[in-house]
């Protein structure tokens, strides 16, 4: 997981590279902020999770995702897959700088408000 991150990385800077993710501004609140590593560190995105919809994680954080942080009065469930469907881990409002082991393995997300 820290090669790919790390990979990412290096050719995000090398080529100028913005990965567009919906944020707060431009299509309402960002409902989470996922990053590769622990503590919030590596590549981090704000993902829009529209209140029970699937939303996949976005590439380069397939598998790879070490913190979460979750707005407040919202919950949320994690997803081995990329459709919502296989096992899930409920996570709650609030930073989680680490995450119980197996679940850096999460490729999507549902949300909705408390």
Do not use: R
């Not at 990385?9 to 944020?23: F, K, M, Q, S, Y």
């Not at 993902?47 to 009065?73: K, M, Q, R, Y």
């Not at 096992?87 to 909705?112: Q, R």
Request: proline letters at 5%; charged letters at 10%; a negative charge.
């Amino acid at each position: 997981m820290y090669f790919k991150s790390a990979l990412l990385a290096a050719v995000a800077a090398i080529v100028g590279l913005t990965i567009a993710i919906p944020t707060a501004t431009s299509q309402g609140p960002a409902s989470i902020e996922i990053c590769s590593g622990q503590n919030f560190e590596g590549l981090c995105a704000n993902v829009w999770t529209p209140a029970g919809a699937c939303v996949e994680f976005p590439v380069g954080f397939h598998d790879d995702v070490g913190s979460i942080d979750v707005l407040e009065n919202e919950s949320c469930n994690l997803y081995y897959d990329n459709n919502c469907t296989t096992t899930s881990y409920n996570i709650g409002a609030g930073k989680h700088a680490t995450l119980p082991v197996g679940t850096d393995l999460f490729n999507s997300v549902t949300c909705t408000p408390n």
